[in-house]
């Protein structure tokens, strides 16, 4: 069964620090890795989307890198702001069947003052 | 921007009644979803559609049905509504081409008593 992993499921981190979230996945054949942030209350809103040959894909202060050989994914967010507090879900289609998506259960994370 | 929007924020209905979710879409897309997410287990996919009149069943379709008769807008129903049918509800829209990215209402919080 295709499976998408997310670590670690709660961070708390204080403004203006860096942080990691982490996205490995088993679905194959890969077509593409999409990270989302979802603010409380509210609908997942799309950050970054890479296909296979893309190894980086920054949007601001977020940037997603994929290993498509490890089937790692990984998303920086550089001097955290207040606003970046949320969850942050890590989603991956296949090739087959085309447009199915498998959702992580996603990392919640918390930015203190 | 493509907007997607949920008729209800939140509902509160009781066992047994029949519950219909509503969602439009303003950007012609061909793809329309409907989700649930609940603590620990992320989105799960109910129901998808490709086109009008079009549906096809998701992970966990078992309580529900849609209903997809104009192009912008898809439905989703709780033909008899049950406690463990309490989540919060996403709906999301996606083009038949180009980028592989969902776009979500805001959400309904369905609360079944």
């Known amino acids: 069964k295709n499976q998408v992993e997310q670590s670690p499921q709660s961070l708390i981190i204080l403004e203006g620090k860096n942080c990691t979230l982490q996205?490995?996945?088993?679905?194959?054949?890969?077509?593409?890795l999409r990270w989302y942030k979802q603010d409380t209350g509210r609908g997942p809103v799309s950050l970054t989307i890479m296909t296979f040959s893309e190894n980086t894909k920054s949007n601001g202060r977020y940037t997603a890198t994929l290993d498509a050989d490890t089937k790692q994914s990984s998303l920086h967010i550089t001097a955290s702001q207040l606003s970046d507090s949320a969850s942050y879900i890590c989603?991956?289609?296949?090739?087959?069947?085309?447009?199915?998506?498998?959702f992580g259960d996603g990392t919640t994370l918390t930015v203190k003052p | 921007d493509v907007k997607v929007t949920q008729s209800s924020r939140y509902l509160v209905k009781r066992t047994g009644e029949k519950v219909f979710l509503e969602c439009v879409q303003d950007?012609?897309?061909?793809?329309m979803f409907w989700y649930r997410q609940d603590p620990g287990l992320g989105l799960r996919l109910i129901y998808f559609?490709?086109?009008?009149?079009?549906?096809e069943k998701g992970d966990i379709p078992e309580g529900y049905s849609v209903s997809r008769e104009k192009k912008e807008r898809f439905s989703l129903i709780l033909e008899s509504a049950s406690t463990n049918q309490t989540s919060m509800y996403l709906c999301?829209?996606?083009?038949?081409?180009?980028?592989?990215?969902?776009?979500f209402g805001a959400g309904t919080r369905l609360s079944v008593l």
């Open positions: 559609s490709y086109d009008v009149k079009m549906k």
């Open positions: 989603v991956v289609s296949g090739i087959v069947p085309p447009g199915k998506s498998t």
């Open positions: 999301a829209s996606r083009a038949k081409e180009g980028k592989n990215i969902q776009y």
């Open positions: 996205c490995n996945y088993t679905v194959s054949p890969f077509s593409n």
């Open positions: 950007m012609d897309h061909e793809n």
